[in-house]
């Protein structure tokens, strides 16, 4: 066997993926069946986002910052609007604030439950994905009533929100929690326990918790790996400290803790959006602010939200005009790409195909 | 032993919701045989609004939502009369540069611009998607809407006052309220803001 | 209307005596016989699979609930014919490889080995082309002729890809045939024929309480087994590592459009059909049932073990290579044959029902 000669020889698993998580490059370097080593190679949606937003107005920023993430668009809006509010020092209504977190927390879901489908999808189950779509059709039903698109909101205004709820939205949304609950012990039952799942998630592409915080990773993916860390509890932003819910945090981080725990975070999501439609108070839903002729203050700020992804954040810096000087965004898909070669290095190509779905990477994060 | 029966009996589980869907109705709507109710908030292409009795357009040509449009894709042309108003003379919505997000019908005080609820117009050619006045107007003929009042005309300050108001706005059109693309855009001198006229100190308001 | 299964077998006898007055010697008279029921078989089977593809599209979209094909006719029935035409008018590349013989014969190869079986399968009572003494290892020897047709696929198509691809399965394939053959030795021995015909008939009478699958602990676990090593050799999800799309390296048939393609792809269905009714026949009884005509119990069984393995597949994800090989080696070999010796002693002790 020693006199074999073996060669190792270059894959590139291409932009175009039968995936869903975008337009990601992976050189792969293999040796027969094992991966060893992986470049991966961005910049196939790079839209320049960064420099547009430098030549329009803030109202004009925010469709734009839907296109960020469209995935979670509201979140993305949000950040941006949050940033200028804070720099601006504009006081939000109650009401908006409310409706706000009901939004996001229902895009949280939308997008969990698409990550439910795709990671299904990757590792060969089908049937999920439809699943999971059917689900989040109800809520962006819900949100196509209040708003009128069902994936680029531009529904956060710097003040507020552009529309108030309908008046068939509320029963809807208690409809589409109660529906959601039920069937996420569907969700469950097909996968969690499912012995083939299991041997494809378990104990695959294990993420330290050490390496977790030296490449900065944030969201479902930290807490996957030991360190509980939600900037909803631990820097609180908007009106979340008056809700009531947990953190969940799991230990191992291979990937089946982190499907896991992107399904408990659905359950604490729907706890959320109970509250609020329960604490809605009456009001307007918009501090009237000039959309042509706005300039905040001239200075700088940076607003981060805790995004389904992880933190995803916005850093403004204003000159006293109506555009702003720099727009940064920042994306946490950025720092798990850059995860990936520590954490699927050595492994099968089954095995790296499930560990890219369980990190959730969303292209248009990472390239902008 | 025991892990072999646990997991059959959970690959059955399995089984049973799948096939429990077998019995069900299916949620899809047959296009285009059936189609889904859409919100009447639903963002779909633009339509320009006419007076409900004169059967007029309602746009003013104040022009707030050409900027507010954050790709450029409404051009409009509106020269001033020798009554210093401005007459609307040509509206053109580029549906293809279009992104539907509604930051015109936000703008608009006047109801004049719309995004209705049709969104089944798709095309072979580029230019069957660019609306001219005539076509926009006749596109939003049956599009309910719920008119805004028109703001009162304010009365026209002294021309002291205006000045004290000119110098109080520093901007200059430097960077040109939100066009997008300058160079492209050739009426420039038509949209220099350091002469707010009354239409647009309303759209301020 | 012909229903009962008398009436079909008198077809053939009476096509039998057309013959024989014509004029017709021996040896031609039994060529010219079995081919005419050699091509019934095979019309029969390519409307057979015509019919599971389109069932396992409507299958597929009703667990999803959504419909499936629903255009093409009354929900969709002559979709596949459609697909059919229209893969036959794609274009047909040619490898540009030294060994296009090879490139060449490997669909015909599977395509026929996937028929070849059928000679020896019961249809229903009477209903079986040639009754062969030998008939189940007459099916088990003609199944492993598919492997031959997938190695010269993945070699015939001059790509790495697709070599690594065709090795995978052919491994597979050879790897899950050991606990097959096993589970069906189980049934021989106690049936006591190799015979298609007289395993289906010791099944009969005593309601259904005779058939393999009632005879526990053994029937149950070795039909089990049969399945899950069915699956396998059919190539089907959680096993159908060549054929997944999310797999960086795609199976064996990326090079093959249009007909060739059509040609693997109905095999496979064909193939699944075969599995399916060697379940029915070792395990469910035949053609064994009260008041419908045979081939229609026949048909029923099969069809619901096909069913079996649709919502397998579209209900489980897949298996990795590393795993779906250990699970083959290490698990199902041992299991089936633990399940042969204990019947084996059980049946010379004298210890069956």
């Known amino acids: 066997m020693s006199g074999l000669l073996t060669q190792e020889f270059t894959v590139n698993m291409g932009p175009h993926h039968p995936s869903t998580h975008g337009v990601c490059r992976l050189i792969l370097t293999m040796d027969g069946e094992k991966v060893v080593k992986i470049e991966p190679v961005i910049g196939y949606l790079h839209r320049s986002m960064e420099k547009i937003c430098e030549n329009r107005t803030y109202a004009q920023c925010v469709p734009l910052m839907d296109r960020f993430e469209y995935v979670t668009a509201m979140s993305a809006e949000y950040v941006f609007v949050n940033a200028v509010e804070k720099l601006a020092e504009i006081e939000v209504p109650e009401r908006a604030e409310y409706l706000r977190v009901i939004m996001l927390e229902l ?23 439809i699943y999971g779509l059917r689900e989040r059709e109800l809520i962006i039903d819900l949100f196509e009533m209040t708003c009128g698109q069902r994936l680029t909101y531009n529904y956060m205004k710097i003040g507020g929100v552009s529309h108030d709820i309908p008046k068939e939205f509320i029963p809807k949304c208690r409809e589409a929690v109660k529906i959601i609950g039920e069937k996420m012990s569907d969700y469950e039952g097909l996968l969690n326990e499912n012995p083939i799942w299991l041997a494809r998630t378990k104990n695959v592409g294990v993420l330290p918790t050490d390496l977790a915080k030296a490449y900065g990773v944030s969201g479902p993916v930290l807490r996957a790996s030991g360190v509980k860390y939600d900037i909803r509890k631990n820097d609180p932003y908007s009106i979340y400290d008056r809700f009531d ?40 839903t918009l501090k009237k602010v000039n959309p042509f002729n706005f300039k905040p203050p001239a200075g700088e700020m940076y607003s981060r939200i805790e995004n389904s992804r992880g933190e995803m954040g916005v850093y403004i810096i204003s ?23 520590k954490v699927a290095t050595g492994v099968l190509i089954a095995d790296l195909v499930a560990t890219f779905a369980t990190l959730d990477v969303i292209m248009p994060e990472v390239d902008r | 032993m025991k892990s072999v029966f646990n997991g059959l009996k959970n690959l059955i589980k399995g089984m049973a919701i799948t096939s429990k869907h077998l019995g069900r109705h299916a949620v899809t709507v047959q296009y285009p045989e059936q189609r889904d109710n859409i919100p009447e908030r639903s963002r779909g292409i633009v339509v320009l609004l006419s ?153 301020e308001a | 209307m012909i229903l009962a299964t008398a009436e079909l077998i008198g077809i053939f006898q009476w096509l039998h005596g057309f ?11 039994s060529i010219v016989v079995y081919c005419l029921l050699s091509v019934t078989v095979f019309g029969v089977l390519c409307l057979i699979a015509l019919f599971l593809v389109w069932w396992e599209r409507k299958i597929a979209g009703h667990i999803q609930q959504r419909f499936g094909p629903m255009r093409n006719g009354w929900h969709g029935w002559y979709q ?54 030998i008939g189940i290892l007459y099916i088990i020897a003609i199944t492993t002729f598919t492997v031959i047709s997938l190695l010269m696929a993945g070699w015939g198509s001059h790509n790495k890809y697709a070599l690594l691809g065709g090795m995978r399965s052919a491994a597979q394939v050879v790897s899950y045939e050991v606990p097959m053959v096993a589970s069906i030795l189980t049934v021989i021995i106690f049936s006591g024929s190799l015979s298609m015909v007289d395993i289906s008939n010791s099944q009969q009478g005593n309601l259904i309480f005779n058939w393999f699958i009632f005879r526990p602990p053994f029937g149950i676990i070795a039909f089990i087994t049969y399945i899950i090593a069915a699956t396998a050799e059919a190539n089907r999800t959680p096993f159908d590592i060549p054929e997944a799309e999310q797999e960086l390296v795609a199976g ?11 040609m693997f792809f109905l ?52 298996l990795r290579v590393d795993q779906l090989m250990e699970f083959a080696w290490k698990f199902l070999v041992p299991v089936t044959f633990a399940n042969l010796i204990l019947a084996g002693w059980m049946k010379y002790a004298g210890w069956y029902w």
């Open chain 1, 107 to 129: 895009n949280r879901i939308a997008s969990h439950l698409i990550f439910y489908g795709a990671t299904a999808m990757d590792i060969g189950a089908l049937t999920p994905f």
């Open chain 1, 245 to 284: 819910f947990n953190i969940p945090c799991r230990h191992n981080g291979d990937s089946y803790d982190r499907y896991l725990l992107r399904l408990d975070e659905i359950r604490e999501s729907l706890k959320i959006i109970i509250q609020a439609l329960d604490g809605l108070p009456e009001g307007d």
């Open chain 1, 319 to 341: 000159d006293g005009t109506t555009k702003p000087l720099r727009v940064k965004m920042r994306g946490s898909s950025y720092n798990h790409v850059q995860v990936l070669p």
């Open chain 2, 51 to 203: 007076d409900k009795e004169t059967g007029e357009l309602n746009c003013t040509s104040c022009m707030l939502c050409m900027r507010a449009c954050p790709t450029a894709a409404i051009r409009i042309e509106a020269p001033r009369g020798e009554d210093k108003k401005r007459h609307l003379q040509s509206f053109v919505v580029n549906h293809t540069i279009c992104c539907f997000c509604g930051l015109c019908e936000q703008a608009c005080n006047f109801t004049a611009i719309k995004m209705a609820t049709m969104y089944e117009f798709s095309s072979l050619d580029k230019s069957v998607l660019v609306w001219d006045m005539n076509k926009l107007q006749e596109m939003g003929r049956d599009v309910p809407y719920e008119p805004k009042k028109k703001p009162a005309a304010k009365p026209r300050p002294k021309v002291e006052e205006k000045e004290k108001a000119a110098d109080d706005k520093e901007e200059k059109p430097d960077t040109t309220e939100t066009k997008p693309d300058e160079k492209t855009d050739p009426k420039n001198e038509n949209q220099t803001p350091d002469q707010p006229d009354e239409e647009d100190k309303k759209g």
């Open chain 3, 19 to 29: 013959l024989v007055d014509l004029g017709l010697k021996e040896p031609w008279l």
């Open chain 3, 80 to 133: 596949t014919v459609m697909d059919a035409l229209k893969l036959l008018q794609k274009e047909d590349i040619r490898v540009d490889t030294r060994d296009k013989a090879v490139f060449f014969w490997a669909p015909v190869i599977c395509f026929v080995a996937a028929f070849m079986a059928y000679i020896v399968i019961p249809f229903g009572k009477g209903l079986i082309v040639a009754d062969l003494n």
């Open chain 3, 252 to 262: 064996f048939n990326i090079e093959y459009s249009g007909m060739k393609f059509a």
């Open chain 3, 267 to 318: 095999a496979e269905f064909v193939n699944m059909f075969t599995v399916s009714a060697i379940a029915t026949t070792l395990f469910l009884g035949g053609w064994n049932g009260p008041l419908l005509p045979s081939w229609l119990w026949f048909l029923i069984k099969t069809l619901l073990v096909v069913l079996l393995l649709m919502v397998f597949r579209w209900t489980f994800p897949r």
